[in-house]
Every structure is written in structure tokens, then in C-alpha cells.
């Protein structure tokens, strides 16, 4: 498995400033490289600070720098985003690649609309907006990809409140470095991209305070749950997409990290999703408890969400993408010795709530939302039987 198209470079590159302290505290060079850091410099390397506006910090030259044992350094776009709020137009200084859009009130997006502006003011058709997204809320939430708009407008859907959007530029803005694992990355042998290697910005889940947002915080596994992202089908660079919803998940809704525990795109790649920590598996802890995650409300402790990138109401996924997650659940739930087709009984260790589900469900088994959509929704069980069915 390769990383998502970006660009190596032996050449000085500029990198992010230093993650906090308490990020790389007692970190380690293991197969997830330098997973939760930025960029790892060298002991004693020097650092030069540079002038900027919003972007860069500080350059690193090669000669004095250098990525650790097993990594090399990748570049990836800084994502830039503006928020809004309301229906009034909205316009950015930097070319818009999605637009991010939640309401409350209501999982309806019908009567809602949006159209683009274009860069000599140009307002474009209105069109509508189409599903609920993969929403954990009462209400709906939608990431709608645009093709280098200047600005927006937005009609809300019917009875819906608290209308909030992002503009998210995700592939054109100034490079900043990353230190990528040189190997294939696996989980118990299924090859998955690293943080690093979708280009997570780890800086996004610490607040102006240098504190996370959100703590991690491990229960027992309990069962898994498979989404779609409700993003557009036929996606030319899903690790884009991986990282506008990490900016939705993690600033817009306040989440502090994306919601899931991994997500897969159409050509059967698997993106490593909500951090965990330094331990030797992804969404775990050295324990094998299962790092919270965000994805379905009020039963995410124990819950892993697994992401289907792409719109799957009217489509089933890519014989790819469905390998990968027959591969994915296969793994998981041999690692923790469950049966892939049996009923359980969750129990939130948090509220004490429960729900009877499938060992392996789909978001819309525990509340109302469209999320994994329909045609998804309607093969979970032929996938229980392919995950145990399994040589």
C-alpha cells in the first residue's frame, strides 16, 4: 500500500512548528512512525524562524535536520477553513475545495440549497442538498465538495435551526512537512495509512492552550458499526477528503479529532482515523481497550467506527472498498474474539444504556439517520457472513 499523492523532498522544506510537550512526551519510533507528531526533528537540530502570516513558523534546513530512523519526510497542504453561521453569502480569500454544512433541528435537507460564488463574483445555479450525512446529533450535517469557489450562499433546509458552515481548502495551501513511516504500515497484517501518511495536522487537536480538546480516554471493546461519509462518489483524492472532515470533526463540531476509528476509500485503502496514542495497534491502547471515538452519540465507549469514504444510498461500495472492510472487521474481530455474526447487547460504560445490535451494525441501528445508506445498510448481513467466513 502507498501513501496518498504527495510530493517527497530531499531539498529544505518548511515544517510546522513543534507539537506540545505533552504530545510527544515519552514517544517512540514503533510502525506507526511518528503517528501524533507533526515532524520529528533530530536531536540539537537548529531551527530558524521565518516571517508569515498564517502559515508557516519556522523552516528547517536539510543539511541540519533530519526525519527519524524508518520515516521520511512527505509534504502535504496546510488545510485552510473560515467559519460562518446563517444564510448570509460568504466569501474567503483562498480557493474553496468543500464546503462543510450542520443544522440542527432537523435530519431533512429538503428546501436546503447552496451556490457558489466564483472569483469575478459570479453566483452560479442553486442547487439543492441532498441526505442527512453521518450525523451523531439532532440534526444534519453534509461536506459538499466545489471546485475552487471564491464563496457561497446557503438556504437552510425546512425547520431547520442553528445553520453553520465551513469554507475548507484542503489541496492548495502552503506545504508543511511530515515525517511518513518509509514501510508499509499494518494492524495485525492489514495495511493501513498512518495519521502521518494522510497528512492529519495534530496540531488541530490541542487548543490555544496547548491542552487536547479531547483527552483519550479507553473502555472495553463491545462491538463495531460501519458508516459512509455521504461525500461524493468517485473521489480523486480521498486523503483530501480524510482531511476536511478532520478539520469538520475536529474544530466545527468541536469534537477535538475525526470521529472515526478508520475509514476506507474506493480503491481500498485504509486511513488511520482517531488518535490513540504511541501503542503497537491503531484505536486501541497498550491494554487493547478501544480509544473513544465520535460517530454514534451517546454509545461511542467501545464502539469502533468504521467509515466507508463515498455516498453509499444509492450504490453499494467498490469491490475494493469492500474487501478492505471485509478485511478490516475480519482482523478486528479476531483480535478480540467475538463472533461477527451474533447479536449483543451494548452497554455504555458511561451512561449505563443499552441497545440490543448486531455484533457487526450499521449507524442507522442506533438512531435515525440514513447513515450507511441504503444499499450499504442492506448488505451488512451478507458482510457478517464474508468476515466469518473468513480463511
Not at 179 to 197: E, K
Not at 252 to 281: K, M, P, Q, V
Not at 305 to 310: C, K, R, S, T, V
Not at 322 to 351: I, N, W
Request: with cysteine; charged share 20%.
Amino acid at each position: 500500500m502507498t501513501v496518498p499523492p504527495t510530493t517527497s523532498t530531499s531539498a529544505p522544506v518548511p515544517v510546522p512548528s513543534t507539537p506540545p510537550t505533552s504530545h510527544r512526551a515519552g514517544s517512540r519510533v514503533t510502525r506507526r512512525g511518528l503517528i501524533g507528531a507533526a515532524v520529528a526533528l533530530v536531536a540539537g537540530a537548529a531551527v530558524a524562524p521565518v516571517a508569515r502570516a498564517d502559515t508557516l513558523s519556522e523552516t528547517v534546513a536539510a543539511d541540519t535536520a533530519a526525519p527519524e530512523p524508518g520515516t521520511t519526510y512527505e509534504t502535504f497542504p496546510r488545510t485552510r477553513a473560515e467559519t460562518a453561521t446563517g444564510e448570509a453569502p460568504v466569501e474567503v480569500a483562498f480557493p474553496i475545495g468543500y464546503v462543510g454544512v450542520r443544522w440542527t433541528g432537523t435530519r431533512e435537507a429538503t428546501g436546503g440549497r447552496i451556490r457558489l460564488i466564483d472569483a469575478d463574483g459570479g453566483k452560479g445555479a442553486w442547487k439543492p442538498l441532498s441526505g442527512d450525512g453521518c450525523s451523531d446529533s439532532d440534526g444534519g450535517a453534509l461536506l459538499i465538495p466545489v471546485d475552487r469557489a471564491s464563496g457561497y450562499e446557503l438556504r437552510a433546509p425546512d425547520g431547520a435551526t442553528e445553520l453553520r458552515s465551513l469554507a475548507v481548502d484542503t489541496t492548495r495551501g502552503p506545504m508543511r512537512a511530515v515525517a511518513v513511516p518509509r514501510d508499509t504500515t499494518r494492524v495485525r497484517g492489514v495495511a493501513y495509512l498512518t495519521r502521518a501518511a494522510w497528512g492529519a495536522d495534530e496540531k488541530l487537536r490541542f487548543g490555544s492552550d496547548g491542552k487536547e480538546i479531547s483527552p483519550q480516554t479507553y473502555h472495553p471493546f463491545q462491538t463495531l458499526t460501519v458508516h459512509h461519509t455521504a461525500t461524493a462518489n468517485g473521489d480523486a483524492d480521498p486523503a483530501a477528503t480524510v482531511r476536511a472532515l478532520y478539520q469538520v470533526h475536529a474544530i466545527t463540531n468541536d469534537w477535538g479529532d475525526i470521529g472515526y476509528h478508520f475509514l476506507i476509500d474506493e480503491a481500498g485503502r485504509i486511513y488511520e482515523g482517531r488518535y490513540s496514542g504511541e501503542t503497537a495497534t491503531p484505536a486501541h491502547d497498550e491494554d487493547n481497550k478501544l480509544v473513544t471515538a465520535f460517530h454514534v452519540l451517546s454509545h461511542n465507549p467501545g464502539n469502533l467506527g468504521i467509515a466507508l469514504i463515498g455516498n453509499l444510498t444509492s450504490q453499494g461500495p467498490t469491490a475494493a472498498a469492500r474487501d478492505a472492510l471485509t478485511t478490516l472487521l475480519r482482523s478486528m474481530v479476531r483480535m478480540h474474539g467475538v463472533d461477527p455474526e451474533a447479536k449483543v447487547t451494548y452497554t455504555s460504560p458511561t451512561t449505563g444504556r443499552t441497545r440490543e445490535v448486531h455484533e457487526i451494525s450499521g449507524h442507522r441501528d442506533w438512531m435515525a439517520t440514513e447513515c450507511p445508506g441504503g444499499v450499504m445498510h442492506g448488505e451488512l448481513a451478507a458482510l457478517r457472513k464474508a468476515v466469518a467466513a473468513g480463511g
